[in-house]
Nanobody, 124 residues
């Protein structure tokens, strides 16, 4: 069992940065691949970024590649999403998720555990 709690969201202006954190409980956290997803009002939840259990690989949605960086610190049971050069279209609720041996990292159904989400609002 893994419980996830996101933090770090807020209201910023276009061009600003935010760092989201995802704190996990559970002794087996380090064995899970981690993903970040987001959901804007009236839209489906979409993939943002993912990182392997050891941090050995990362993958990004095209819209955020080069602006966002996913990382993790297994000693702290925490994953991060550094978001730079934020745009109004990045406005959404951001969720972290954990999954064991995720085969299709872009699919929400591949993940076993989800946080409650944190709101990110980017004004123009």
């Amino acid at each position: 069992q893994v419980q996830l709690v996101e933090s770090g969201g807020g209201l910023v202006q276009a061009g600003d940065s935010l760092r989201l954190s995802c704190a996990a409980s559970g002794r087996t956290y380090s064995s899970y691949d981690m993903g970040w997803f987001r959901q804007a009002p009236g839209k489906e939840r979409e993939f943002v970024a993912a990182i392997g259990w050891s941090g050995g690989w990362t993958y990004y949605e095209d819209a955020v590649r080069g602006r966002f960086t996913i990382s993790r610190d297994n000693a702290k049971n925490t994953a991060y999403l550094q978001m730079n050069s934020l745009k109004p279209e990045d406005t959404a609720v951001y969720y972290c998720a954990a999954g064991r041996t995720v085969a299709v990292i872009r699919q929400p159904g591949q993940y076993d555990y989800w946080g409650q989400g944190t709101q990110v609002t980017v004004s123009s």
